[in-house]
Structure formats: C-alpha cells, structure tokens
C-alpha cells in the first residue's frame, strides 16, 4: 500500500495520480482519500488494517494548529495523527506532498 | 531563479530568505508586503529592518499591485511574504483578488534576475475555518502550487534548517 500524506490543498492527489498514471476511474476503484475524516473511531487499528488493503490512501495532516478549544475536535485531530501512523507502518511507500512536490518518508518511488 | 521559501511562523524562514538572497547575483530589493499601520505590525516591520540592516536591500513597500511595483531590470528581489500580499489583494479596499497576485508574481519574474519567494505553511490546522478562511487557503496554496512547479528552488524551513523539496541550495 502506497499512503500519502500532506497539507490541505498541497496537491497529494493530483501527484500520485499523476506518478501511477492513473484515471478517474482507477483512482475510484483502487484508492480511498480524506480518510482523516474517517475518525474519531473507537477500534483505530482495525479501521488502518481496513484502510491498508486498497492500494492507495490519501490522508490530510490535521494536527499542525493551535490545540481546538472543542473537545471533539481535538479528539478528532489526535486521533488523525494516530491513524496516520498506523497507516505509514502497515504502507510499503510513504510520500508526504508539499506544495505539489512529493518527498519520499518510507520505502521507495512509485 | 526563482526560489521558494516555505515554513511556519517564527521558523527562521525570513533569516533564511536573506541567507540566500546574499548568496544571489544582482541589486538586493526587498519587496514588503505589510501595509504599514498598527503596534505589531510595525514591531514586526522594524524586527525585519535590523534583520537586514547591513545586507544592503534597498526597500520597496508594495502591500497592493505588485504588477505596478517599480522593479529595476535584473533585480535579486525578496518578496516578503505571499501570504500576506494575497490576504491584501483579497481582503482589503482596492485589492484584486488572487489574479492580482498572480499577475503580480508574473511580472516580477519577468523583471527580476533572482526572485525569491517567502510563504506560509499555514495548511496543517485542519479545516475548521470560515468560508473566507478557507477561500484564502484554497488561493495561497494554488499559488505556492504554482511557484513551486515553476521554482528552480524549493525548500520548506524548520527551526531554522533547510529541507529541501526541489533544486539545489546554491
């Protein structure tokens, strides 16, 4: 499994579809996006294993403002970060995008 | 060349910027976007000034239509910073919306021998935000999509330190 990762509006989707040569259609039937907003969740590793049998997962990174007064909201933002983790483990490929330009964190180049 | 200086607040990436434009050939321009009203914002304009007393830059104030801003041929500017051009260009009178910004950064490529770019990373907090917000972010991050494709540089600044996304630091 290939997990991406990066910013709101960095681009993570448009690089990797354009790095797998994918289409629109490839990318519905082989590829979950926005999975921060899949929690909070109360069985986590399940949901990651869930996650990590497609072959593409796209997440936003949340978790770089100011803690939110809500206590929900923070619940949500802690828990984006964990899933992230558990994704990046059980991923063979990590790529976090930035401004549209992708670094490679774990294993190697699409 | 165009350079892409990316980073959080207080990350060192305005320190860097000048680091790099010194390493630059060409009359130093420093392009200030702050429009010069308000305690924090002239205590922030004043810290920027020390910061750069010495380096040579000479100052072009340019909060509004940067493709009006008088930029002498072959200049190594800084521009400081897109984020705060943009949130001008959108939110305050007279301002263009992102187009001016974009037509703006057009035409300072086409004057300057050297551009450098600062911008925000302000995209990690979540979505959590007012539509005019969130309008912005989907703006300034086209437009650091944009420059960063076009950049021969791009680098992201944490605590102070490079790392590097594209190009090579000179």
Known sequence: MIFVTGPLYAG?????????????????????????????????????????????????????????????????????????????ARADTVIRVCCGLPQLLKGEWP | MLSLIIGGAGSGKSAFAEALCEKL????????????????SLARIERHRRQRAGLGFETLEC??????????????????????LLANEMFSPGGGGAEAVR?????????????????????????????GTLAFLRELAALNRELAARADLVTEIVCGLPNVLKGELP
């Open chain 1, 12 to 88: 993570k989707e448009s690089y990797i579809r354009r790095a797998l040569g994918w289409d629109e259609a490839d990318f519905r039937a082989r590829a979950v996006r926005d999975v921060q907003e899949l929690v909070p969740c109360d069985d986590l590793a399940a949901l990651a294993d869930r996650l990590a049998a497609r072959e593409l997962v796209i997440a936003t990174e949340l978790g770089g403002g100011v803690v939110p007064v809500d206590a929900g909201m923070r619940r949500k933002r802690e828990q984006a970060g964990r899933l992230a983790c558990l994704l990046a």
């Open chain 2, 25 to 40: 050939d060409g009359e130093r321009l420093y392009i200030a976007t702050m429009h010069t009203e308000g305690a924090e």
């Open chain 2, 63 to 84: 909060p509004l239509s940067l493709d009006k801003a008088a930029i002498p041929a072959g200049a190594n500017a800084l521009l400081e910073d897109l984020s705060n």
């Open chain 2, 103 to 131: 037509r703006g950064l057009s035409r300072a490529l086409s004057r300057c021998g050297n551009l450098t770019v600062v911008t925000n990373e302000v995209f990690s907090g979540g979505e959590d935000y007012g539509a």
